[in-house]
């Protein structure tokens, strides 16, 4: 199971660390990992990814530069770094496993409830 947190109200330009915990009993530092994020009306998009060991991320052109995708798989947890951030990026943003190096959702699996970001102008 997968907790995403951190979400919340911030001003354009401002920043948010967004958190995603695994818990149960899980092989997580055997998972690449990534984020998505739907906005109201829009379709789940992937927004960054980073593989098994940390050592290779890849990020969509939209949040290349101002967001950073980081794991502790000691903590079983996956961070996301946003700064910069716009009013566009308001959104649901979501966690997901994959058992390989994909930016594609379908791929994905175990998906957490979503934490809120709301950037406002």
């Known amino acids: 199971q997968l907790q995403a947190s951190g979400g919340g109200l911030v001003q354009a330009g401002g920043s948010l660390r967004l958190s995603c915990a695994a818990s149960g009993r899980t092989f997580f530092n055997t998972y690449v990992m990534g984020w998505f994020r739907q906005a109201p009306g829009k379709e789940r998009e992937f927004v960054a990814r980073i593989s098994s060991s940390g050592d290779n991320t890849y990020y969509a052109d939209s949040v290349k530069g101002r967001f950073s995708i980081s794991r502790d798989n000691a903590k079983k947890t996956v961070y996301l770094q946003m700064n910069s951030l716009k009013p566009e990026d308001t959104a649901v943003y979501y966690c997901?496993?994959?058992?390989?190096?994909?930016?594609?959702?379908?791929?994905?699996?175990?998906w957490g409830q979503g934490t809120l970001v709301t950037v406002s102008s």
């Open positions: 997901a496993v994959a058992p390989i190096l994909t930016t594609n959702l379908l791929h994905y699996a175990y």
